[in-house]
Structure formats: structure tokens, C-alpha cells
């Protein structure tokens, strides 16, 4: 099983890495360097320590970590990195500020040549915005271990991407955020507030080391523990404001769902016996003569 050796490492930060370099640190965005995979160590640890199989990166810039991962599943043989991306090489973020990246993926071919000197075979390409990109991997129903977010950082469409991320996850799977406490880009930030305030189950660590790397895990308990909200469209300030408006905490939302859900489950116990009650002698009955005149059958014939 291959680590991430000095040399890979130097291969991996000359061919992969994005943006310009921290001029008081000389790190990278990821706080990588030529000896060192900075926020790449984390983004392998993870896929490795839970055995990813499974892997979505969503905005990839020249492919760091995607790399970094793609290295820490390959010993499995059906294992998979799919990395989304339109190979932008400039957009407008939340309709005012341009953010630019290399402009790469244009074809699976040109995916396999960027990553043959790393000695990676496991990445799949799939060129699409992210709305786009993501309708069409939930139309082929199979859940990540792993997605890694870090396309564009505006607020609306960082919420629509995490959100989409959510329903493509499978039980405690992992959704990364990079940027996640960056004052360049508040609108990553802003958006995992949201998202964990729409659902409550989601467990949140933030690493706050600049630009911060966040990672969410989705819940693998049932439905009955989520708090349902009406799908808020607006500021997270507000979403608070009328949680309290309404006086009731999250821990007594959470008690009246429970006492609604013990109601549900007395309910279908009743209807459950009387079912049995109606339908089992008649049936039993039923069986009976059917036995009685097979037995007759048998005889006659
Ligand atoms: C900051 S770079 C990603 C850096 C990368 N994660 C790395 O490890 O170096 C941003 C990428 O997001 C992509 N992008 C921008 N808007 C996007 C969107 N709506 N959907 C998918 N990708 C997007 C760009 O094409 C670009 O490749």
C-alpha cells in the first residue's frame, strides 16, 4: 500500500497545486509546500482511516486533493475518485467578486495524462457545474464515503452544494469544506451555519487553521432524530429568531417529535392486533378447507 513518500509529495504539490502562495508563510492554499502535503495529510488520513470507497471532489482546481485521496483509496480495487468540475477558469462569486482556477478537465484522457506521473488510475472525470453534476449522480443512486467541497464560495450556491452533497452521502459519510474559515470567502462559512441549522444531525468539526478545513459527518441514526424545519430559504439570523419567537428550544422540539413518534408507534401496535384479529381465523379457516379438500382430492382421484 503506497504512502505519500517525499517524492510523491514534491510530484504531487508541482503538478496538482492551486492558487498563489501565502507570502508571510510561503504555504499554499491547502498549506502545502514542495516537502509537505499540509491540509493534504488530513484529506488522505480521513479517506484511509474510514476505508473510503467512494470518493466525490467537487470544484478540484489542478487536482491537489483529489490527488491526495485518490493515493489513499488505490489499494482497493473497485475504489474511485469522481472529481465534478467544469473546468472553469474564471467565475463570478455571490454576483460581484471573479474567482479564476487553471481551467482544466476537458475529457477523461487529459484526467489520466494530469495524474499518470503521480501513478494514479483511480479518477474519474465528470465535467459539469455542480447543480448539473449533482442531478446526475443522484440519478445513479450510489452513495459517497467521501465528498470534499471546494468549488465556488459564494453563499447561495455553497448552501446548494453542501445540500446536495448531504443527500449524496451515505450514513456516516464525510462531507469536507475547504475554506470553511476564510474572510476572503464568508460565504463557506455562512453556508455550513445554514446547513447544520436545516439539519441538526449533521456532527460539525471545524479545524481552524486558516483557510480551515471543515468536516461534517452525516448522522446514520434514524429520521426520528432529525428536528424538521420548513426548508428555510433565508439568513441564518432569522432561522434563530423565530426558533425563539416560537419559545421552544431544540431540546423541546426534539421531546415533542419524540412524544408524536411514541403516538405513532401505539397507533400501528393497534392496528397491527386488530389486523390479526380480523383477518387470522377467517384465513385459518380458510386454509383448512383447502387442506380438507385436497385430502379429498387425493382420495377420489
Ligand atoms: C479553489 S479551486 C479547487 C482547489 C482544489 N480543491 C485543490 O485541491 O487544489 C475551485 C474549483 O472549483 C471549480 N468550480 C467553480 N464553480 C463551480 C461549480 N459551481 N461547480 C463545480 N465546480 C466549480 C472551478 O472550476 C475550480 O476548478
Wanted: aromatic share 6%; proline share 5%.
Amino acid at each position: 500500500m503506497r504512502q505519500p513518500s517525499p517524492d510523491w509529495i514534491a510530484a504531487a504539490v508541482k503538478a496538482t497545486a492551486h492558487g498563489h502562495r501565502d507570502d508571510a508563510t510561503w504555504l499554499g492554499s491547502q498549506r502545502e509546500r514542495s516537502d509537505d502535503l499540509g491540509f493534504g495529510w488530513i484529506y488522505f488520513a480521513l479517506a484511509r482511516a474510514s476505508n473510503a470507497e467512494r470518493v466525490l471532489v467537487q470544484g478540484t482546481g489542478r487536482g491537489f486533493s483529489a490527488a491526495c485521496l485518490a493515493l489513499a483509496i488505490e489499494h482497493r480495487p473497485d475504489a474511485m475518485v469522481t472529481i465534478l468540475d467544469p473546468g472553469f477558469s474564471e467565475w463570478i462569486v455571490d454576483g460581484e467578486r471573479t474567482d479564476q482556477a487553471a481551467g482544466l478537465w476537458t475529457d477523461q484522457e487529459q484526467v489520466r495524462r494530469h495524474f499518470a506521473p503521480l501513478g494514479l488510475t483511480n479518477i474519474a472525470l465528470l465535467r459539469a457545474q455542480s447543480d448539473q453534476g449533482y442531478a446526475r449522480l443522484k440519478a445513479r443512486d450510489e452513495p459517497f464515503d467521501i465528498i470534499l467541497i471546494d468549488g465556488d464560495h459564494g453563499y447561495e450556491q455553497c448552501l446548494k452544494d453542501v445540500r446536495n452533497a448531504v443527500s449524496l452521502l451515505r450514513p456516516g459519510g464525510l462531507i469536507v469544506l475547504h475554506d470553511a474559515v476564510c474572510p476572503d470567502w464568508p460565504g463557506v462559512a455562512l453556508a455550513i451555519d445554514m446547513m447544520q441549522a436545516e439539519d441538526d444531525t449533521l456532527q460539525r468539526v471545524v479545524l481552524p487553521i486558516y483557510p480551515g478545513v471543515c468536516i461534517l459527518q452525516k448522522s446514520d441514526a434514524g429520521a426520528n432524530d432529525r428536528v424538521p424545519l420548513d426548508a428555510p430559504a433565508f439568513a441564518l439570523s432569522e432561522l434563530v429568531e423565530q426558533r425563539l419567537s416560537r419559545g421552544r428550544s431544540l431540546t423541546q422540539l426534539r421531546s415533542e417529535l419524540a412524544e408524536k413518534d411514541d403516538t405513532i408507534a401505539r397507533l400501528q401496535d393497534e392496528l397491527r392486533t386488530s389486523l390479526y384479529q380480523r383477518w387470522t381465523r377467517p384465513v385459518r379457516r380458510m386454509m383448512a378447507r383447502i387442506g380438507r379438500m385436497g385430502r379429498f382430492h387425493r382420495r377420489v382421484s
